[in-house]
T-cell receptor, first 112, second 113 residues
Framework: DVKVTQSSRYLVKRTGEKVFLECVQD?????MFWYRQDPGLGLRLIYF???????EKGDIPEGYSVSREKKERFSLILESASTNQTSMYLC???????????FGPGTRLTVT | GNSVTQMEGPVTLSEEAFLTINCTYT??????LFWYVQYPGEGLQLLLK?????DKGSNKGFEATYRKETTSFHLEKGSVQVSDSAVYFC????????????FGKGMKLTVNP
């Protein structure tokens, strides 16, 4: 069975802290994605990665960075958290050729 | 660029009512179309998909037909249940190097007994 796990379901951080969100998949997928989900805005792509050490900016990369040192793990980093980064963060994986994307359960991040 | 426009809701229905969620798209090339569902407290999961014109995707009583002439992929279910309460997202994907999905804004559906 397909499995995408995210390191935390809920996270509370203070403004200015460095925040790490981790995503791990067990499906040997090449592609991994980070989205944020906000009411009325749907899902917006932050960053994605096609392979180890490769990354590309999505639609809203400002304030975020990513790391993919191993194929199964894709980390989202908030260098200095701000209140406008309070959101639900969703990780997804997929293969080439558009079968579908598989999503993790999400991390609800609150920055105070 | 590619985009998806869908009904945003929220929508409240009674059990056994008929459901339609409209979705239209703009895309270059030949997109694949998807409906994802997000149940409360969970991530998104694929509900159904269609990869070419006139294909019909179906799952759990839901159906959607890929209409190229009207650039639409409307989701329908003849008789909704309380367990269908969720947020529904229409999405589009195109091949050609990016393999990213473009999502609509989502529609929250609540079904009352």
């Amino acid at each position: 069975d397909v499995k995408v796990t995210q390191s935390s379901r809920y996270l509370v951080k203070r403004t200015g802290e460095k925040v790490f969100l981790e995503c791990v998949q067990d499906m040997d997928h090449e592609n991994m994605f980070w989205y944020r989900q906000d009411p009325g805005l749907g899902l917006r792509l932050i960053y994605f990665s096609y392979d180890v050490k490769m990354k590309e900016k999505g639609d809203i990369p400002e304030g975020y960075s990513v790391s993919r040192e191993k194929k199964e793990r894709f980390s989202l980093i908030l260098e200095s958290a701000s209140t406008n980064q309070t959101s639900m963060y969703l990780c997804a994986t997929g293969t080439s050729g558009f079968d579908q994307q598989y999503f993790g359960p999400g991390t609800r991040l609150t920055v105070t | 660029g590619n985009s998806v426009t869908q009904m945003e809701g929220p929508v409240t229905l009674s059990e056994e009512a008929f459901l339609t969620i409209n979705c239209t798209y703009t895309a270059t090339g030949y997109p694949s179309l998807f409906w994802y569902v997000q149940y409360p407290g969970e991530g998104l999961q694929l509900l159904l998909k269609a990869t070419k014109a006139d294909d019909k995707g179906s799952n759990k009583g839901f159906e959607a037909t890929y209409r190229k002439e009207t650039t639409s992929f409307h989701l329908e279910k003849g008789s909704v249940q309380v367990s269908d309460s969720a947020v529904y997202f229409c999405a589009l994907g195109t091949q050609g190097g990016s393999e990213k999905l473009v999502f609509g804004k989502g529609m929250k559906l609540t079904v009352n007994p």
